[in-house]
């Protein structure tokens, strides 16, 4: 099983340029609380919540050093890493985390999302304990035989969108499903898409529980751009119908609100991040959360849904951050 240095790389160099003092105090800070707050570890828990980033950071990888078969320890860093971007690191660190012994079952539900955002469905089948329902293993076994992909015609891709700025998602974009034209919410609070009972006879449906249908969107058009076999939901209280960001997030989507404007690239994963004053971000099951000043705050909420509605930016997939465009 991968020691930690080895799976979490990147953000392990940013660790590592901390102040070594400074460092083995937290470390010590570490090692003189129970590893049980809501991620795994409090003192690194209460550090993120105060915004004080990079010191949550080393405590988190501090404590899996000090106590590396801990898996309270290991789940809390890779919860973390996920949430800052780095979904395949915090994957491995959370199965890890169930090699030494954790709560199978609970680290298992964490997986699911990070393995549907990684679109690393035979993964999915494989997880045990199995905690899907018999609907969404369905579901499953036609992901697994037909994987989700994206075309791009070029490199860099611009699309049209409406910014909309009060919380209620990014913006609109229109979606072509078969022969229908919807115009779509992006929300960072859904995964996937999100559709109306009346979209029904456009997708392939595999079973209904909780009210809600679930099905795959095989074909899924946003200008040029064509999406293949999204994960779709449908039954909404509202019949809104909505795109997650994790679908465009991979493609460092980029906005200009001003003229409407929605970019997206294709990027080798060698490539560098994007320059530009940076907003960290927190991006899970909660949605996205941008560290505004001291404060964490909902990107639905009135500061950061009014910053993304007027101001140029782009996100970084690699980093998990907000990149203003100057």
């Not at 690194?44 to 898996?71: C, K």
């Not at 913006?171 to 992006?186: D, F, M, S």
């Not at 996937?192 to 074909?219: C, H, Q, S």
Request: proline share 7%.
């Amino acid at each position: 099983m991968a020691g930690v240095v080895s799976v979490v790389t990147g953000h392990d160099v940013r660790a590592r340029r901390l102040d070594r003092t400074g460092f083995a105090l937290i470390a010590a800070l570490a090692a003189a609380h129970p590893l049980d707050a809501q991620w795994g570890l409090w003192p690194a828990d209460s550090l993120l919540a105060e915004g004080r980033l990079a010191a949550a950071e080393s405590v988190y990888y501090a404590a899996v050093r000090q106590h590396p078969r801990d898996p309270l320890a290991r789940a809390a860093l890779g919860r973390f890493l996920a949430a800052r971007g780095g979904t395949r690191a915090g994957a491995v660190l959370l199965e890890e985390a169930q090699f030494f012994g954790g709560d199978s079952a609970a680290l298992a539900r964490s997986l699911v999302p990070l393995y549907v955002r990684l679109g690393d469905y035979e993964a999915l089948d494989l997880l045990r304990p199995n905690v899907l329902s018999t609907v969404e293993r369905r579901r499953l076994r036609w992901l697994v035989a037909h994987p989700p992909e994206a075309r791009l015609r070029d490199t860099v891709v611009v699309l049209s969108y409406r910014p909309i700025g009060d919380g209620r998602g990014i913006g609109t974009v229109i979606l072509r499903i078969g022969k229908t034209e919807l115009p779509a919410v992006i929300d960072p609070r859904v995964s996937g898409l999100i559709l109306p009972a009346a979209a029904r006879r456009d997708v392939r449906t595999f079973g209904t529980e909780a009210g809600k249908t679930l099905a795959v969107a095989e074909t899924v058009r946003v200008g040029p751009v064509i999406f293949s076999n999204v994960h779709t939901v449908i039954g909404t209280p509202d019949d809104a119908v909505r795109i997650g960001f994790d679908v465009l997030a991979p493609y460092y989507p980029a906005f200009d609100p001003s003229k409407g404007l929605m970019t997206l690239r294709r990027v080798d994963r060698r490539a560098a991040s994007p320059q530009g004053p940076r907003i960290p971000a927190l991006y899970d099951n909660n949605g996205l959360r941008l560290l505004v000043g001291t404060r964490w705050q909902l990107s639905s909420t009135a500061g950061p849904a009014l910053l993304l509605g007027t101001r140029r930016w782009m996100w970084d997939w690699k980093m998990g951050d907000v990149v203003l465009i100057p």
